[in-house]
């Protein structure tokens, strides 16, 4: 059974950094492309960012670009999304997924429960 399990997140000021990690289960994680996606209330789930198998490719939205970074450490079967300078629309619950390729678009195959990320003015 495939898990992806979030922690991380919580309540940050305006400005601030936060740390999400996202460490994966029952599948071969040095094989999978992960992603990070958000969804705000009232609004779609939105691409945030990717990094490929060997953590080479990385690929970001351009409202995060310059903010956040996107890592992984395969030994820990791990993914982190390092998020600085943090504005309050970036508050939204957080998702880790994971796909056989790169992809900007919903199409993975296995995500995680999520995790709250909100920022005060």
């Known amino acids: 059974q495939v898990q992806l399990v979030e922690s991380g997140g919580g309540l940050v000021q305006a400005g601030g950094s936060l740390t999400l990690s996202c460490t994966a289960s029952?599948?071969?994680?040095?094989?999978?492309?992960m992603g990070w996606f958000r969804q705000a209330p009232g609004k779609e789930r939105e691409f945030v960012a990717t990094?490929?198998?060997?953590?080479?490719?990385?690929t970001y939205a351009e409202s995060v670009k310059g903010r956040f970074t996107v890592s992984r450490n395969n030994a820990k079967k791990t993914v982190y999304l390092q998020m600085n300078g943090l504005k309050p629309e970036d508050t939204a619950v957080y998702y880790c997924?994971?796909?056989?390729?790169?992809?900007?678009?919903?199409?993975?195959?296995?995500w995680g429960q999520g995790t709250q990320v909100t920022v005060s003015s």
């Open positions: 997924a994971a796909r056989q390729s790169v992809s900007v678009t919903t199409t993975y195959d296995y």
């Open positions: 029952g599948l071969s994680f040095r094989s999978y492309a």
């Open positions: 990094i490929s198998w060997g953590g080479v490719t990385t």
